[in-house]
Structures are given as C-alpha cells and as structure tokens.
C-alpha cells in the first residue's frame, strides 16, 4: 500500500490521510512529493484522475480524497473502528468531520497549515467566528466524553484525524481557546504519530508562499 502526499510542513490533508495510517499502526510506504513541482505532477499523473495529494494506492484500488481515505482505511483494516462504537455518536462524529472536511474557509484560507513557524495573523471577522465554532465544537464534546478518555468521542477516532491539522494551526498562529479545548489540544500534540509528522515537518527546507501567512513572531 502507498499514500502518496505533499510537504509535511504545509499539507494538511495529506496529514489526514497519513495520520489514520500511522496513528492505526497500518503499514504503508510513503511517497513524499514537494508541492506545485514538476515532479509531483508528473508523478500522480496515471495513479489518480485529480492530480492531488492524499493519494492512497492499495493494490487495484487508487482513492484520491482524505475522507474516502480514511472511509476505505477504517472499512478495509480496522473493522468500523475509526468512528465510535454507537450509531448516534457516529452520525454525530460524521457530521462534525463533514463540517470540516467542507466548511471552515476562512480559517483555511488565512492560517494556513505552516508546522515550523510561529506567526501572528490580523484575522477577518468570518476567521474569527470560525475560531469560536471550532472551540465551542470541541469544549462541548469534550464535556459530553470526558468519561471514555481524552479525544473528542473519548477514544481516538476520524473525527481527531481530521481535527488535527487545526491544532496544528492554532499552535501556530498562537490561537486562545477555552480549557476544555486547551486540554484537547495538548492531547493532540502527544500523540506519537503526530509528533514524527512535526519531526520530519521541522527538516523540510521548501517554501511555498501562498502558505507563508502573517508575520513571524519575535522570540525576545
């Protein structure tokens, strides 16, 4: 099986789709391709119609978007696992990772995943209201879970995969959240599997300036 993805430091979904791998324990080889380059398009060119990252090939099967990814992982290797266990909690998983699977474009739009950086950003007002959303989303869950363990639905599941590149985010762009989601937040940042993305994130040298938002933050 190969999951075919862009630059660590910048690629939120092909962190998605890398992430229900790696934190699953399900082998894979990886084909890290550098963004917008010559060699990242003529490589997908022939493996996925969409010439974009995630890209997960296994075997005859070719899955070209991080929701299918994880829809095909969580079906194909871990035996419904990925959502939670009853069906009200897993249509409400569904929701919430359908929400930001195709909602929350201004926060995408001006903090952009950027894992090496420490940056403070002037955010719109749409932004702002995103921020909130998100916080009010996780605190309430949280509380509703707070007795199955520290994940959104208490054990690990898509809806964290999905969630995790906007920690990331808010990590970055030094992002005030509630307790509740503070505490969500440290737990995200401990999980092995994302600290190897960040470890190998940190080397990357490549700069892809669309992704280069606001203004670096003084370490005096």
């Known amino acids: 099986m190969e999951l075919y993805i862009g630059n660590k430091n910048y690629s939120s ?3 998605r789709g890398w992430l229900v791998l790696k934190a699953f324990d399900i082998e894979f080889d990886e084909v890290l391709l550098k963004l917008f380059s010559e060699e990242f398009y ?4 022939g493996k996925t119609p ?10 005859d099967v070719t899955v070209w978007d991080s929701l299918a990814i994880c829809e095909y992982v969580n079906e194909t290797y871990l035996n419904g696992k990925g959502w939670p266990a009853s069906a009200a909690d897993r249509a409400r998983a569904r929701a919430v990772v359908a929400e930001m ?3 929350f ?3 995408r739009n001006e903090m952009p995943m950027n894992c090496r950086a420490k940056r ?9 209201k995103d921020v909130q959303k998100i916080d009010a989303l996780w605190a309430d869950l949280r509380e509703s879970f707070a007795g199955e363990g520290p994940w959104l639905f208490g054990k690990f ?3 964290d995969v999905f969630y995790a590149s906007v920690v990331l985010r808010f990590g970055t762009y030094g992002i005030n959240v509630s307790e509740n989601s503070a505490q969500y937040m440290e737990t995200v940042f401990g999980l092995p599997a994302l600290q190897e993305w960040l470890e190998e994130a940190l080397k990357e040298q490549d700069v892809v300036e669309l992704d280069e938002a606001g203004v670096d933050i003084d370490p005096a």
């Open 13 to 15: 979904w092909s962190l």
């Open 42 to 45: 003529e490589t997908l060119k």
């Open 50 to 59: 969409a010439l974009k990252v995630p890209t997960l090939i296994d075997g």
């Open 101 to 103: 699977h195709s909602g």
């Open 105 to 107: 474009m201004a926060l």
């Open 120 to 128: 403070k950003v002037s955010l719109s007002d749409e932004a702002v």
């Open 157 to 159: 599941s898509i809806a």
